[in-house]
């Protein structure tokens, strides 16, 4: 049980890119120590993110703030302070495999890859090689071949020449209730993300949250994107970065300052009643 920090709130979630991290992929010294100092405060920190448990690099420099990384859009729970994986919610083999024979079929050209339990993925040869998927050994094949080779948690859509929220519109009723559809990116060449249904940041957090007997009313929740709404919605204090995805900007939510500008810190340090000097 969460013992009372007399703070208006008991843990902070936040996104990774677009709101922690900035432009360069990397936290501002100010975002870092802030994250340091709730944390000295009593608040639980906990991190967000549609990025795999294998792209976490980046946080190395708060792991003294006892986070937990929630990833692949809430499919994967990691304690940061270990590297284990405490918590995987699969995909639904056959289902998923529909879904994306479907999706192949009213998509020309379409791509896809698979994110398994333990940080690994695949490919199909359609899907643009990206990041460390360079440095690595491809499992190319089908979509259905992928989802049989591990434990997927993560199925990627990739739409060449089709724009994400076009992309959006295409595959959404194609999918329906059968999986969790997102994306936390626009692109030309459109790409989405789905977990398990019901699976999202906000059902990791709400786990998360009834260990240490958390109410989402003392939760604040900093994020940019579409895949960052439930998490928004949950929270008693759910804020857009100024930089946010136009459908976060006009649902109301408290508005931090651009991710360039620390607006994750001020927005924080603000809430906690902490001097706010960058």
């Not at 448990?53 to 990691?78: E, F, K, M, T």
């Not at 999986?179 to 019901?198: F, H, K």
Request: aromatic share 6%; charged share 15%.
């Amino acid at each position: 049980m969460k013992t009372p920090t007399g703070l208006p709130i008991d843990m902070v979630a936040t996104d990774l890119d677009g709101t922690f991290l900035a432009t360069g992929g990397q936290p501002t010294a100010f975002n870092v120590r802030a994250v340091l100092r709730a944390s000295q405060l009593g608040v639980r920190v906990v991190f967000a993110t549609g990025r795999p448990s294998r792209w976490l690099q980046p946080l190395d420099a708060v792991r003294s703030a006892h986070p937990y990384a929630i990833a692949s859009n809430g499919a994967v729970v990691v304690n940061l302070e270990t590297g284990a994986v405490v918590e995987a919610h699969p995909l639904p083999v056959d289902v998923t495999a529909d879904v994306a024979a479907q999706v192949g079929a009213r998509v020309p050209g379409a791509g896809f890859a698979v994110e398994y339990t333990g940080g690994g993925w695949g490919r199909t040869p359609a899907y643009p090689v990206r990041g460390d998927m360079v440095a690595q050994d491809v499992l190319s094949g089908g979509a259905a071949d992928l989802l049989h080779r591990g434990t997927a948690v993560k199925l990627l859509i990739y739409g060449p020449g089709v724009p994400t929220e076009a992309l959006v519109r295409l595959v959404a009723p194609l999918v329906g209730d059968r999986l969790e559809l997102t994306y936390s990116m626009v692109r030309p060449d459109g790409l989405l993300e789905l977990c398990a249904p019901g699976v999202n940041k906000a059902s990791a957090l709400r786990h998360l949250m009834a260990q240490d007997g958390i109410e989402p009313a003392r939760l604040a929740a900093f994020g940019d994107m579409p895949n960052d709404l439930p998490m928004l919605r949950l929270a008693g204090y759910g804020f857009a970065m100024a930089n946010a995805h136009p459908s976060l900007l006009d649902q109301g939510f408290r508005i931090a300052g651009d991710h360039d500008d620390s607006g994750f810190a001020h927005a924080l340090l603000a809430l906690l009643g902490e001097p706010a000097a960058s």
